[in-house]
């Protein structure tokens, strides 16, 4: 299986920055879709940004303009930059590898936005 292991989250207070990176243990980036799930407790997981095999990106409309996802293929690395954390960000994100039938995740990371 394809291991993916989530890192960078932690306490910020609102207005601050996180850059979560997603280490993947083999080359992927060429064939999967990527992207990166929060998941408050007792909330749905959601899909909050996403990057194609093709390097096409996606984002939740509540993130927008504010978090970048991107990939560095030669590290086997994706990244998801947070700018401008509100409050509502906080949850645990998880990395999320994919195709149309085999999907893969992280363990995922904390994210805290806390005043």
């Known amino acids: 299986q394809v291991q993916l292991v989530e890192s960078g989250g932690g306490l910020v207070q609102p207005g601050g920055s996180l850059r979560l990176s997603c280490a993947a243990s083999?080359?992927?980036?060429?064939?999967?879709?990527m992207g990166w799930y929060r998941q408050a407790p007792g909330k749905q997981r959601e899909l909050v940004a996403g990057i194609t095999s093709g390097g096409s990106t996606n984002y939740v409309d509540s993130v927008k303009g504010r978090f970048t996802i991107s990939r560095d293929n030669a590290k086997n690395t994706v990244y998801l930059q947070m700018n401008s954390l509100k409050p509502e960000d906080t949850a645990v994100y998880y990395c999320?590898?994919?195709?149309?039938?085999?999907?893969?995740w992280g363990q995922g990371t904390q994210v805290t936005v806390s005043s």
């Open positions: 083999v080359t992927i980036f060429s064939v999967y879709n």
């Open positions: 999320n590898a994919n195709t149309i039938v085999v999907h893969y």
